[in-house]
């Protein structure tokens, strides 16, 4: 008789990979429609925003993005590594990289999000 357990095993990981990839799509979505733009504006009012990507996803509340902005005073363009930490309506947005000139007015942001 065989061992169960390498079925078990399989259905665990496939289960696992289904619900990482659920969690990356609703980061994806959160990061571009909610969190990039008021971020961008807490840690650098003065860039002109141009987009949110670079999703990636860390665990079940917790994930990282790209905001890629262009400076008002030099007209350069600019990309802010964030991680992102959701809890009870609210995402934390930490700066992790940033390649701009000037730094960020802040080093972290609280954005309400949709629950």
Known sequence: MRSIRPLMFALSLF???VVA??????FEKLFADSVARPALACLHPAGDFRSAGGVKAE???T???LITWRGRAL??????RVRVTVAGGQARVEVMEDSALVPAVRTTCEIPVPQ
């Open 75 to 80: 007209d350069n363009e600019y990309v802010t």
């Open 15 to 17: 289960s696992l990979l």
């Open 59 to 61: 665990g079940n509340d």
């Open 63 to 65: 994930f990282t993005g």
């Open 21 to 26: 990839g659920c969690a990356q799509q609703r």
